[in-house]
């Protein structure tokens, strides 16, 4: 499937060859020491463990790295990066991952709530809790239920106050910034 | 003092909380807050997975207006996101010449420039470098005697750069804490990962991490944090994570703490936004129920009626 890709010339196809060439660079000197994996929080729920991502972007494998879903369970909290003996930013390797999967198609799921904040920066600036949600919802139809599960808390945060109605912010302050930045990086 | 104050997106809604105390305690104690004007979203770690360069431009505006209308102050920053964010354009885009110039044309779209030049301070390395545990100490008018804080310093304050304290063993919230006149409850989750934005979509994953640490909690009265999100994943999954062996515990601002101990007003606390403070933990605070004589000793009567008093609370989650 990569085969594909690669031959289709697309801004996205060669951001993807460019993301990936980055990425081989910023794992280079991996030597497979597992510090990572032992330190991750979160490794528990990954199907494919840090270490071994490491060297399947060392070997440019992919369509495996693409099949994997160890990115996603990334919460940043930057243990592996504060660890690495070579000194790798490895946190950042992981956003990378997913930044690469998202243009390749994939994790329409596990994306759905960076991609749900950052439109709701772009158009309001500073976040807005709710109508940010909502949209993380809308993305999120797969899951009909998902709303649900945050109609308590919603309620409870409602009740304290800690919530405002959709609008407000600083509007459209930000959207140049996010042209601009969409040209630079070949993705308008 | 004076500083340029970034509140962050999360403090003007779901942890309202931390910011009017965060405005309060720093005006007690004599430091000048100016809101940096105009101030936008810091992309959190939502930006880096979207587009690298936002991960870099989003943070570098709010550091660019700061040199252009404030002279270039120090930012401080609450939230440990927003921190970790802004201080990365310094540490990541400044010198490095290629990127530092995409950066500034993205900012040029908008009029704006960064060189370089404002350093970006986190609340706590500000309380225990710029003020002082003593002066803190000295402004204490209603200590917190013998109430048991687990300080709870999360992941972006310290990792990946550890500017003001040491990342495998952090001490400055500690240091905080006794000068308020609390125990400090010594644990080892006082720097693991909540689970973060993981809540929203791998809740089952979130959910064991927070388990994990509200268990580790288990003795102490409150757990202190910096952190809006950390605040929020420890307190509103509560329910959930008593499930997997957690036991019920108010999660608590450090700044509200500080209010408390300094006697701030109710309305510069706000402890009533919590969603873990019902009106028995109110009363207990109010009443200084952890300094009771014979606690400790014959404490067993008081501990019963404590997690009695905190499962009561717990049912209001």
Redesign the interface.
Known sequence: MSEAVRKTWSPAGDEIEFVLAKLKEEVGACMQCGTCTASC??G??MDITPRAMWRMIQFGMLDEILESHTF??C?????C??RCPRGL?L??VM??L??LA?LSGKGR???????A??EN?ESH?????MSMMSN?FFKRMDDPTLPF?FVP?GM??MA?????MPGGG?GG??K???????E??G?S | MKYAYYPGCSLTESAAEFDVSTRAVMDYLGAELVEIPDWTCCGASAAEPVSKLMNYALPARNLAITEKELDGIDVIAPCSACYLNLLKVNREVVGDRSLHGKVNEVLAASGLTYSGKVEVRHILDVLINDVGAKIIEQKVTNGLDGMKIAPYYGCQILRPYPVFDDPKNPTSMHRVLTALGADVHEWDHGNKCCGASLMIGHRDVAVQSVAAILADAEGADAIATVCPLCQMNLEAYQSQAQKLGAKPIPILYLTQLMGEAFGLEDGAIQFEKNLTVSAGVRRDIANKVWSQPNQTESGDDMAEAKADNLSKGASHV
């Open positions: 929080p979160n528990f729920a996603w369970m919460s940043s909290c930057y243990t990066t504060l930013k946190t950042s956003a990378s997913k930044r998202m799921k596990d994306s759905a709530f960076y991609r904040f950052m920066v600036g500073r976040v807005q809790e993380y599960k808390l409870k945060m304290k106050g800690k919530v405002h600083q302050v930000l140049s910034m996010f042209a601009k930045a969409r630079m990086e993705l």
